[in-house]
């Protein structure tokens, strides 16, 4: 079963406060997933972020979630997504000096998801794969991804309009998983996320 432990990675603004989920076997990859709008109360407890960081040590990567910069125990302040980045960026950093060269996986929901998409550019070589769900397309400018990252959106989203991820998505040639019925928090829904990762992922890891 995956342990949990706590983590304190040093970032741009500070301490920046996380928990690894650590599988149950040598990790095979690494993922780092980021959570929603601090401005609107979202952290690394959030329950999308959760399902997202278990599923990834199902699948034997270690997985690590943590808080941006003002949020919880880490320090600094919101700045927007900018400062943001630096954060994923330091948590990759930390995570690569405690586990090694391992593939990569940027995953994030919602804000999350544009700020990995924007730290993405910025790490060479770039992330093995991308995990984004109901990113804030509209409300950000948001970078092109590439087309093999697993996109996860609600077909019934009032925070980002579905309408709006297909006009980012198009020119990209980006498949887009839409779950019909789904609103922007995934109520209810949280299962069929994890299985939707854990099938992206079967076979493409061994």
Excluded: C
């Excluded at 910025?122 to 697993?150: I, N, R, S, Y």
């Excluded at 297909?166 to 980006?174: D, E, F, I, K, V």
Aim: no cysteine.
């Amino acid at each position: 079963m995956p342990a949990l432990q706590k983590f304190s990675a040093i970032g741009g603004a500070g301490h920046l406060e996380g928990i690894t989920h650590i599988p149950g076997s040598a990790p095979r990859a690494i993922a780092v997933v980021a959570h929603p709008l601090p401005t609107m109360g979202g952290t690394m407890e959030n329950k999308v972020v959760t399902t997202l960081a278990k599923a990834f040590a199902e699948l034997g990567f270690v997985a690590l979630r943590f808080n941006f910069r003002g949020v919880g125990a880490s320090e600094g302040a919101f700045d927007s997504g900018n400062g943001e980045v630096e954060d994923v960026l330091a948590v990759v950093r930390h995570a690569q000096q405690e586990y090694g060269d391992l593939p990569l996986i940027l995953s994030g929901f919602s804000f999350g998801g544009y700020v990995q998409a924007r730290a993405a550019q910025h790490l060479h070589p770039h992330p093995h794969k991308m995990v984004l769900v109901a990113p804030a397309v509209g409300h950000f400018e948001m970078p092109p991804v590439p087309h093999d990252t697993l996109l996860v959106h609600g077909e019934l989203d009032e925070v980002v309009p579905l309408a709006d991820v297909l006009h980012w998505g198009r020119p990209l040639h980006l498949p887009i998983v839409v779950l019909p019925g789904a609103e922007h928090f995934f109520h209810g829904r949280l299962n069929q996320i994890r299985q939707i990762v854990l099938q992206y992922f079967t076979g493409q890891m061994s």
